[in-house]
């Protein structure tokens, strides 16, 4: 956000300048400015990665010199830092917060960009909220390869089967896990107790315990429906199509399928029934009405260490907070699930300061300094997570033990919902939550939502097919 | 005629070489610029008009204009009734020494930088933490969510553009006010015309080509509508304001479709429809006429 908001400002200046400067024809420099500004020599993007083949470790490097490494983090992954710093006393580094392009922000790609044109100034490291960027990142040549030298392949096998399905692109790795994110379900174990329900195992027996607890208990919530990843914790649970990667540029899009009307229906009535929120877990409003309301919660493997076991959130005391799988519909051959995210470290092809950039990214997302010890979500290197288990388990905050329900979970992740390079979190929040806001139920705007997508899509350069 | 002497031209052309030089580097080459890359494509050949087409069947493009052109009229209207009115209102205030507040009152928010004005707006808009939140409360928005509803961008755009850019203008036509002869108004005065006939007869005819030159400044800067939905967009986590505007679209196709040549296409468009407003504005308002 910070970022954005300094080039936002920046670009209101400029504005200004202009149009007090002068006659109309002034004022509409600042839209040539910034159109001419991206237009200079593009020659130095592309040189890396793509190709797999030039020079040492599979890309061009350039040339090594000494110096503080950049690296790019957000607030969230400020403590990793903090951590590496401290266990490096003789390491200099420039860290720079940034948004972590949440919500599909696009605030990377676009820097990148401009730095792929000015042919200098890209971060050396970069965490990104998204597992999508490799799929930009890798064709602008700004990712650099991992499994061809850079780091040893030890490392690599020692992340979670699948964990780096989203870096991998033809076998070649491109970034590394920060955590895995599957969807589970989080829950008040005293209050489900008190209220004599039992926890839900299928999506029938969810929604019945949403509809009583509308009437019996108003004002408590059994899940949110106001997020940008809305339809990742659902509808990808679901199993419906909506973001089915076919192909490096090709998407099946079909979201108005029986499997996506079934939860499109479900939401509706939680919804209209009032159990289930449309605020976001991360607003304000949410943390203040709903602070010891909500008894289920589905969402990803990092709500208990985002949410309620955190002073920004709910701050939910401990010995209350347990999970369970996601509950599931029946016919399907097998469990199914959703993600959300699970952050990524991005290398950089063009980083000056490539031995202690691999140190460093090793060092974030293996290293117990960090992943067990200090990081809020189930880690993507596997001896890192069962550390990271250990250390929840110790800490006694979760009513049971979310060991089993989290790996299980991060096995059952539905694999027809692929990582593009249009943001679905970014489409959902800009044409169905709108929509939510105003009373409409997300079944009426199923059609629109696929128009939406396919619009994306086709404008980043995909085949859409329905 | 007598030639001015060479000092008196050499420094007339030292004071405006500073403003010309920037308004080449930071005007006119970027205009050529952007002209030469709306009509190439990414392999730099000719491309005749396909870039302005093919932009033009975006998905994103039609809806674009259609808000601007929305946010425009609303801005525009209140610009020209409400900033001429409060000026005028201003200018006939008995007591010195309120008028003169109050004109710095008009202009406090006018100081604030445009995206730190957005910020304060953003906080005034979320009836969480809004200190009018019982206003909020009062039209039945519980929620920002519901605040930022896609109906109300427009007003919400404007509304934020006439706190930051109206109070500015208010004093510039309290200037223009002040410039009227002060013998035409006494004039008018001994005739027996009260306050309202002198509005309309004397001061707002004689304000026209302030009003105009305002028109077009505003016209231009509202076309260019960028900050405020991009502040919203991040705020709202992207449920509204994201290509909300033209400028926005040239914006995303430029970083985020990797379409530079789009991109250009939509900010040629805009400047040529800047220009061709300021070009009606000014022969209709005779800007240039010597009086």
């Not at chain 1, 970034?175 to 174990?189: G, S």
């Not at chain 2, 006494?186 to 306050?195: H, V, Y």
């Amino acid at each position: 956000m910070a970022l954005a908001i300094r080039a936002a400002r920046a670009r209101s200046r400029l504005r200004q300048s202009c149009t007090r400067a002068a006659i109309a024809i002034a004022a509409a420099a600042l839209v040539a400015v910034s159109a001419a500004a991206c237009g200079s020599s593009g020659s130095s993007a592309g040189s890396g990665g793509s190709s797999g083949s030039a020079g040492k470790d599979g890309f061009t490097q350039a040339a090594q010199t000494s110096g503080p490494l950049t690296v790019w983090v957000d607030s969230t992954r400020q403590p990793a830092v903090q951590a590496y710093e401290k266990a490096h006393p003789g390491v200099k580094l420039n860290a720079v917060l940034y948004d972590g392009d949440a919500n599909g922000s696009n605030t990377l790609q676009t820097k990148v960009d401009l730095y792929d044109r000015t042919g200098s100034g890209w971060p050396d490291v970069v965490f990104s909220a998204e597992n999508n960027e490799v799929s930009w990142a890798q064709p602008a040549g700004f990712t650099a390869p991992l499994n061809k030298g850079l780091i040893p392949s030890s490392v690599l096998s020692s992340f979670a089967s699948g964990a780096l399905n989203p870096c991998t692109v033809n076998g070649t790795v491109y970034c590394l896990r920060n955590d895995l994110a599957p969807v589970v379900l989080w829950y008040n174990a005293p209050l489900m107790k008190q209220f004599g329900y039992q926890v839900p195992t299928t999506w029938a027996q969810y929604e019945q315990i949403g509809e009583e607890v509308a009437t019996q208990h108003p004002g408590y919530i059994v899940g949110s429906a106001g997020d940008t990843f809305t339809p990742e914790i659902y509808l990808w649970a679901s199993q419906c199509q909506a973001n089915d990667i076919t192909g490096i540029r090709a998407v099946t899009v079909n979201v108005t399928s029986p499997n996506c009307q079934r939860m499109a229906a479900l939401l509706d009535t939680l919804v209209k029934d009032g159990s289930m929120t449309k605020l976001s877990v991360f607003s304000t409003a949410f943390d203040k009405d709903d602070k010891g309301k909500v008894l289920m919660l589905p969402g990803a493997a990092w709500i208990g260490g985002a949410v309620f076991d955190s002073s920004s959130g709910l701050n939910t005391p401990k010995g209350q907070i347990a999970v369970a799988p996601i509950p599931q519909w029946p016919g399907s051959a097998t469990p199914a699930t959703g993600n959300v995210g699970g952050g990524t470290w991005l290398l950089s092809a063009h980083s000056a300061h490539l031995t202690e950039a691999v140190d460093f990214i090793t060092w974030v997302t293996t290293n117990n300094g960090y992943q067990a010890d200090l990081a809020p979500g189930f880690p993507a290197s596997a001896p890192a997570a069962a550390a990271w288990l250990a250390n929840q388990a110790k800490s006694g905050y979760y009513v049971n033990d979310i060991t089993p329900v989290l790996q299980q979970a991060a096995g059952q992740v539905w694999q027809g919902w692929g990582y593009g390079k249009f943001s679905q979190e970014a489409i959902w929040a800009a044409t169905v939550t709108p929509g939510i806001t105003a009373g409409k139920s997300i079944a009426s705007m199923l059609p629109d939502w696929q128009t939406a997508i396919t619009n994306y899509a086709t404008a980043a350069g995909y085949q859409v097919s329905h | 005629m007598r030639r001015a002497p060479w000092r008196a031209v050499g420094a007339g052309h030292a004071f405006v070489a500073g403003y010309v030089i920037l308004l080449v580097a930071f005007g006119v080459i970027p205009v050529v610029y952007a002209i030469y890359f709306a009509f190439t494509n990414a392999g730099n050949t000719f491309a005749g008009l396909s870039n302005f087409t093919q932009s033009a069947q975006d998905f994103r493009y039609v809806p674009a204009f259609e808000h601007i052109g929305a946010y425009l009229l609303i801005w525009l209207a209140a610009l020209v009734v409400l900033v001429t009115s409060l000026a005028i209102v201003l200018h006939q205030m008995s007591v010195r020494r309120l008028s003169t507040l109050v004109r710095f009152l008009y202009y406090v928010p006018g100081a604030l930088a445009g995206a730190a004005s957005v910020l304060v707006w953003l906080f005034m808009l979320d009836p969480t933490v809004s200190p009018a939140a019982s206003l909020l409360h009062l039209l039945g928005y519980g929620t920002f969510g519901d605040v930022i509803q896609p109906g109300h961008l427009a007003i919400l755009f404007a509304m934020i553009a006439f706190w930051t850019g109206a109070g500015g203008w208010i004093v510039v036509m309290y200037g223009a006010l002040n410039n009227i002869p002060h013998d035409i108004m006494e004039a008018a005065r001994i005739d027996g015309a009260g306050a309202w006939r002198i509005a309309r007869y004397i001061q707002i005819p004689m304000l026209r080509k302030w009003i105009a030159y305002m028109v077009i400044l505003a016209f231009a800067t509202g076309a260019q509508l960028f900050v405020e939905p991009e502040l919203i967009s991040e705020a709202s986590l992207g449920v509204a304001g994201r290509d909300y505007s033209p400028n926005q679209v040239a914006y995303d196709f430029a970083f985020q479709n990797n379409n530079v040549n789009y991109a250009a296409a939509i900010s040629v468009e805009l400047l040529v429809i800047s220009l061709v407003v300021a070009a009606v504005f000014v022969t209709r308002s005779r800007f240039f006429d010597a009086s």
